[in-house]
């Protein structure tokens, strides 16, 4: 609490009511010391009924000057200061305000530039002075960096040009790529043709060995048929053979030419002593000629054995030497398949030319020209006709 002393200076009041003694204690003998500005509900409910509008004043002027600090009355007759920022009454002692300051604040009340605040106030504008001053910083700090970007950006007057400039690059750059682009395109492509190429060569090749390998097939095939038609036309005249120059039979039915035949056969086989053949059939081939001196037509014999037919054929070179019946007339040889037929013609063709060339003595044998040696090697007479 602060000393009361009625002796001490003047306290600072700047306009407001003083609070007296007397006063202050008919105020706390109503019973509102110590409540506070807070409670002035509670301090009005607490005044007298009966007391008269001076007296009300009275008490809200000491309710209004009580110290903030210790809850007492800021009397006349102690040392106390107003907060110019609060307006709230403190003790000297109580806000911790030394006698010199107190002093100089006094001496000092007229003038308006000077002011005083409570430790209270002065904490709090000293964190708003300092959240200000850090305002003020960011202000300025934004401040010249957005001057530094419009320094910056107003300082590209060749912005264009670099635009420009950047422009070409990456068109040179995007032309390089398409180059690049188009050069592994056509390799690719390249290749690949080469390899179509390649695989098309391949699948003809194999196109022309598959061919082949048909045409070899089906000549086999061929072949293979042709030997076994050959072999039924060679069993059909197995045991036949053939004779030209035996005269027409005569006649004027089948039977009685049938029968004058076989007469001419029979006589033609006792003549050259093989009487033992036996002839199974006779056939005369072709359509008879009712020509006068048409020659005769071939007669086709089948006797009975392989074995007969080997002998008709040996014995009959002998038929030349017989004159009687124009026997010497008469050629008999093997009965040849269409085959033998065609490769004997080419023989006898080419035996001719050789005659024709100067060379003798050439016969047919197995096949095959010769010359003649002697004349019982002879198989085959010479057909020159
Ligand atoms: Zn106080
Ligand atoms: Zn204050």
Known sequence: MPASNVNSPPRRVRGQHAVTESKWEMAKTKGIKKTGKKEETEVKSKLPDKCDIDASQDLFAIESEICMRCNDAVLDSQKGLKCDCCNSWLHIDCDRVSDDVYQFLCDHEAEKSIHWYCKHCTNVLGHLLTATGRIEEAQKSFESKFDSFMNSFNNKDDLPNLMEAT??????????????????????????????EELSHHIQSHATETRLMRDNVEDAV????????????????????????????????????????CDTVEHMFHKTELDTISVEQIT??????????????????????????DQVLKQAKNLRKIKEGGMDKVFIHQDLTPRQRQRRKILVQELKDRQQRGEQNLIIVNWKIVTRQMRRQVETPVIVS
């Open 284 to 309: 005369r081939l072709g359509k008879r000629s009712d020509e006068p001196d048409a020659k005769p037509r071939p007669v086709k014999l089948t006797v009975a054995s392989e074995t007969q037919k």
């Open 167 to 196: 422009q070409t690059k990456l068109e040179a750059k995007v032309e390089e790529l398409t180059e690049q682009l188009q050069a592994r395109v056509e390799l690719s492509q390249n290749k690949l043709e080469e390899r179509v």
């Open 222 to 261: 061929k072949m293979k048929l042709q030997e076994e038609k050959e072999e039924e036309e060679l069993n059909k005249r197995k045991y036949s053979i053939i004779a030209h120059g035996l005269a027409e039979p005569s006649g004027d039915t089948a039977e009685t030419r049938i029968k004058s035949d």
